[in-house]
């Protein structure tokens, strides 16, 4: 016998008829996207590097303003100690025994120059510790910090030989422990790679003002 299809003709009922078959069909992501996704990595690539140099050259700008500033307070340092050597070697030149008038006035030059050294100390520092840095640049704020104690034991010095002359000979552990303490917070806070020539300068700074031997007949000069 056949076979019939047709369910009518074969007086069954019709078969249901379903829903038409949904062919699932996947979105296709624009060619933009990609090409866009691309573009904005390469923007950030491009703004985080640019923020590294610009924080590289700030890093070096504040050290060079920092620098030119602990020059002039070594510098006004220097001038003072030249003047208080000036004032004993006046005297050393005139006679081996100093009258009491003498001995009086030489204090009275003395007193001066620890004050005019005093005040120029004092006025050098204040430009080294207003030097502005960025927040975050904190080796070259410890450098700072350093140094500005080291001035200010530089001030307290020349306060207490304006008092009394006689501090001039005394010895002076604050003022030369609070530099050397500075000297390898300073090379630190020198960025890498450097700019201005800042390694050399730094260096130069504590090379030459290491403490020079004291004069003998400077002692005598002043209590004989």
Do not use: C
Request: hydrophobic residues 45%.
């Amino acid at each position: 016998m056949t076979v019939t299809t047709d369910y009518q003709d074969a007086g069954l009922p019709p078969m249901p008829q379903g829903p038409p078959a949904q062919h699932s069909s996947r979105r296709r992501t624009p060619r933009w996207v990609p090409v866009l996704i691309g573009a904005l990595a390469f923007v950030l690539v491009l703004a985080g590097v640019g923020l590294v140099a610009a924080d590289w050259f700030a890093r070096n700008s504040e050290m060079n303003t920092l620098i030119q500033r602990v020059v002039v307070s070594e510098t006004a340092m220097g001038q003072t100690q030249n003047e208080i050597e000036a004032a004993f070697a006046e005297y050393d030149s005139k006679t081996a025994t100093l009258t009491a008038e003498q001995k009086a006035a030489l204090a009275v030059k003395l007193k001066a120059a620890a004050t005019a050294g005093q005040q120029r100390i004092a006025s050098a520092g204040e430009g080294v510790r207003t030097v502005q840095l960025m927040p975050w640049h904190g080796d070259i704020a410890a450098a700072q910090r350093a140094y500005v104690t080291h001035n200010r034991a530089w001030q307290d010095y020349m306060a207490a030989a304006e008092k009394d002359p006689a501090e001039l000979l005394a010895d002076q552990p604050e003022v030369n422990d609070t530099f050397n303490a500075a000297e390898p917070l300073m090379k630190q806070a020198v960025p890498k790679p450097p700019l201005f020539d800042l390694e050399r300068r730094v260096a130069d700074i504590f090379t030459s003002g290491q403490a020079q031997p004291d004069f003998p007949t400077q002692e005598a000069l002043l209590r004989r």
